[in-house]
């Protein structure tokens, strides 16, 4: 009886660690929403900078553009997600 007792005790720093992934799931489904809601041009961009890992001279010869535009699909794609999950 005392084992099934231990094994259903919550330590503090278990509810912390399931609240963190909670919150991180939570913000992960709406960033997710948001970068799908960008301009496709700015969404590959995104995508290609944050999951694929590639620099901007990188991004910018995979899709044929400036490299300054692909730093301007960035910003434009920063400043969207910053706006939108501050309010």
């Given at each position: 009886?005392?084992?099934?007792?231990?094994?259903?005790?919550?330590?503090?720093?278990?509810v912390?660690?399931?609240?963190?992934?909670?919150?991180?799931?939570?913000?992960?489904?709406?960033?997710t929403?948001?970068?799908?809601?960008?301009?496709?041009?700015?969404?590959?961009v995104?995508?290609?900078?944050?999951?694929?890992?590639?620099?901007?001279?990188?991004?910018?010869?995979?899709l044929?553009?400036?490299p300054?535009?692909?730093?301007?699909?960035?910003?434009?794609?920063?400043?969207?997600?910053?706006?939108?999950?501050t309010?």
């Amino acid at each position: 009886n005392e084992k099934l007792h231990s094994k259903t005790i919550i330590f503090p720093q278990e509810v912390n660690d399931t609240e963190n992934q909670v919150n991180l799931n939570i913000l992960t489904q709406r960033v997710t929403t948001l970068v799908n809601q960008l301009p496709k041009q700015s969404q590959t961009v995104y995508l290609l900078s944050r999951k694929e890992g590639l620099n901007n001279k990188e991004i910018a010869s995979k899709l044929s553009i400036s490299p300054k535009t692909v730093e301007n699909h960035l910003t434009k794609s920063l400043n969207y997600l910053r706006k939108n999950l501050t309010e």
